[in-house]
C-alpha cells in the first residue's frame, strides 16, 4: 500500500510496505512549505499495534522543524501503541534535529501544587504592597528632582525654555477652556436646581445662591477642573514621554548631554502651574453663571438679586481657596503624568498602561490633597 503527497510540485511521499514487518519510507522534502498534505497523509496512515515499525529516511532530501515534528509524532503515535521504532538511514545532519524535538517534546512543566487559598490571597496582597510601596517611593525621588529643577528655574529663569513653555501652556489650558467651561457651566445648573429643590421644603430658596457660590468656588471649580487636566493633559504627557521612551529619545539626550528633566519635564509642569489657576478661575464664573441662570428660572429672581446674594453668601477667602488649591493639583497632575512617562518600558503596550495608571493616581492624589486642604481650612477657620 502506497500513500503519496506532492505539495507545489515537491515530493513528499509516505510509502508503507507490509511484506516484510511495517516500513514508512519518506522522500522528498519535509520542509514547512512542503509538509501540510504529507501531514493529512500520516494522519490517515492505519497504525499497527504491535511488533516493530522502521522508518526509511534514505530518500529525505531536506528537512526542518516542521518535518521533523511530523516525523516525530507519527513516532509517538507507533511508541503509545507498544510499537518499537527504528529510524534507518538518517542523515547525520537531520539527526540532530530529530533528537532536539523529541527532548523538547519530552519536557513537560511542572505543575505547581495547589496552595491554601488564604495564603495565595495573603501573597498577593504582600506582592501588591510591596510593589506600591517602590513606586511611592520612585514617585517621592522624582518628586525631589523635580522641585529641584524648578526651584533652579526661578532663580535662572533662563533654564525655562519659553517656546515649549507657551506651547504646553496653550494645549493644556488655552485647548481646555471649552470643555472645563461646559462642565461647569453645567454642574452650576444642577447645584442650583437640586439645591432649589431641598430648600423649597423649608422655605429657604433664596440660600441655593449660598450652595452654588460655596459649592463651586471652594470645591467643585477647581477639583473638576484638577480632574479634567489629570484625564487630558496628564495623560498627554505621559504618552508624549513615554512614546519618546521607546524610541530611546531620552536616552540620546542624556548621551549628547542634555537633562530630560529640564527639556521635556519643567515646561509641562509649569505649564499646568500657570493653567490650573486661570482654568479654575474660568471654571469658576462659568459655574456662577449657570447656577445664576438655573436661579432665575426656579427661584424668579433676577441677576442683580443673585449677584446681592451672592455678595453676602462669599467672602474673599472664599474666592482664593480655589484659586490656592489650583497650582498644588496642577504641580501633582504635571508630576504623575511625566513619572509614569519615564516609567514607560520598551513597548507600545506600556505606554498604554502606564498612561492609564497616570490618569488614575493622578485624580486619587488630587482627591486626597483636597480633603487635607479642606482639613486644613477647618482647622484654620477658613
Not at 509538509?35 to 528537512?63: C, H, Y
Not at 471649552?178 to 433664596?206: C, D, N, R
Not at 452654588?212 to 480632574?227: D, F, K, N, S, Y
Request: aromatic fraction near 8%; include cysteine.
Amino acid at each position: 500500500m502506497t500513500d503519496t503527497a506532492v505539495t507545489h510540485g515537491a515530493r513528499a511521499q509516505a510509502e508503507l510496505d507490509t511484506s516484510d514487518g511495517w516500513r514508512l519510507r519518506l522522500t522528498g522534502r519535509w520542509t514547512t512549505a512542503h509538509v501540510a498534505q504529507a501531514d493529512e497523509t500520516l494522519k490517515s496512515l492505519p497504525l499497527p499495534d504491535s511488533g516493530e515499525a522502521i522508518f526509511l529516511m534514505g530518500d529525505v532530501e531536506s528537512l526542518d522543524t516542521a518535518g521533523a515534528w511530523l516525523i516525530h509524532r507519527t513516532e509517538r503515535a507507533l511508541q503509545e501503541r507498544g510499537v518499537t521504532v527504528h529510524l534507518n538511514d538518517t542523515a547525520p545532519r537531520f539527526a540532530g534535529l530529530i533528537e532536539a524535538i523529541r527532548r523538547n517534546d519530552d519536557v513537560h512543566p511542572e505543575h505547581e501544587p495547589a496552595r491554601n487559598a488564604f495564603v495565595a490571597m495573603v501573597e498577593r496582597v504582600g506582592r501588591a504592597t510591596y510593589m506600591v510601596a517602590g513606586e511611592t517611593r520612585d514617585l517621592i525621588n522624582f518628586l525631589g528632582h523635580a522641585v529641584i529643577v524648578m526651584a533652579r528655574s526661578v532663580v535662572r529663569p533662563a533654564h525655562v525654555r519659553m517656546t515649549p513653555l507657551v506651547h504646553h501652556i496653550e494645549q493644556s489650558g488655552l485647548n481646555a477652556v471649552p470643555i472645563v467651561g461646559l462642565i461647569s457651566f453645567l454642574i452650576g445648573i444642577v447645584l442650583a436646581f437640586q439645591g432649589a429643590e431641598q430648600l423649597s421644603k423649608f422655605g429657604a430658596q433664596i440660600f441655593t445662591v449660598n450652595i452654588v457660590a460655596q459649592g463651586v468656588l471652594r470645591e467643585m471649580g477647581v477639583l473638576l477642573t484638577a480632574i479634567m487636566l489629570a484625564g487630558r493633559s496628564g495623560s498627554a504627557f505621559t504618552a508624549q514621554i513615554g512614546t519618546m521612551n521607546v524610541r530611546e529619545e531620552i536616552d540620546a539626550m542624556r548621551t549628547i548631554g542634555l537633562d530630560p528633566m529640564e527639556i521635556l519635564v519643567l515646561p509641562r509642569l509649569w505649564a499646568l502651574v500657570i493653567s490650573l489657576p486661570l482654568l479654575t478661575f474660568f471654571a469658576n464664573v462659568m459655574g456662577l453663571l449657570g447656577g445664576a441662570i438655573m436661579a432665575t428660572i426656579v427661584l424668579d429672581v433676577t441677576f442683580f438679586q443673585f449677584a446681592r446674594q451672592l455678595s453676602d453668601a462669599v467672602t474673599l477667602w472664599t474666592f482664593w481657596i480655589g484659586l490656592i488649591k489650583a497650582p498644588v493639583f496642577g504641580f501633582i497632575i504635571g508630576l504623575v503624568g511625566c513619572f509614569e512617562g519615564m516609567r514607560v518600558s520598551g513597548s507600545a503596550e506600556s505606554v498604554g498602561r502606564m498612561t492609564t495608571r497616570a490618569v488614575v493616581e493622578s485624580i486619587f492624589l488630587v482627591i486626597v490633597l483636597d480633603a487635607l486642604f479642606s482639613i486644613l481650612f477647618a482647622i484654620l477657620g477658613i
